[in-house]
């Protein structure tokens, strides 16, 4: 699609960005918006009503005249896990996954059916103390965290595009506007809410590591 919104659903407000651009390297701002939650839909963090949940962002992009109806969205970091393994890369992709699967189960989901989360993997390039095999991070989450999100999007009568993770949406928006500066430097992102402030420290290109305080 040529237009795409960020849409970021957070306990209390919900932000949203429309973009119109090709690539990335076109890419535009086109709008913006904030919209409070109502009380109700949330209960310490706890989300009680998706469908209710839903029609505020229904509102709020008939507000904001937004257009975009494909979104992306992301997974909050407390709702992955997430872990940096070394393994061969296969050419065929079943091969592939097998072995991502079996490296999942082994590092991450010790004693969960695999039914019941979903995985992805990237493939981060050839690992520097072996050459025949590659550095991948694995990644994992509940069926039920992505699911209550893409049923969020969807009663809202979007489209979920893509799925992300918070701290690597953090990593590639830095190193989309730094460049190489961000894989040679160490950067701080501080992200402050109404009730809470959160620190995200990257080492040279990485997600490091993450703190939260509550403020007040």
Known sequence: ???IAGLDIGNAYIKAMEFDGETLEDAKLANYWIEPIP???HNDGKLNNVEALGKVIKNMWR???FTAKHVAIALPNS???SKKVISPVFDEDAAMNIQMENLMREHLVSGVSMDD???DYAILGENKMNITE???MLVGARNE?????VAIVESAGLIPLILDVEKYAYQNMLRLIKGEEFVEKNYILLDCSVNMMRMMIFQK???FNEETRLIG
């Open 117 to 119: 989360i979903k995985m």
């Open 79 to 81: 709702n992955i896990i």
């Open 1 to 3: 699609p040529k237009k």
């Open 145 to 149: 965290s992505i699911d209550e999100r």
């Open 63 to 65: 507000k904001a005249g």
């Open 39 to 41: 009380s109700n839909i």
């Open 134 to 136: 590659s550095d991948i």
């Open 205 to 207: 290109g990485v997600f």
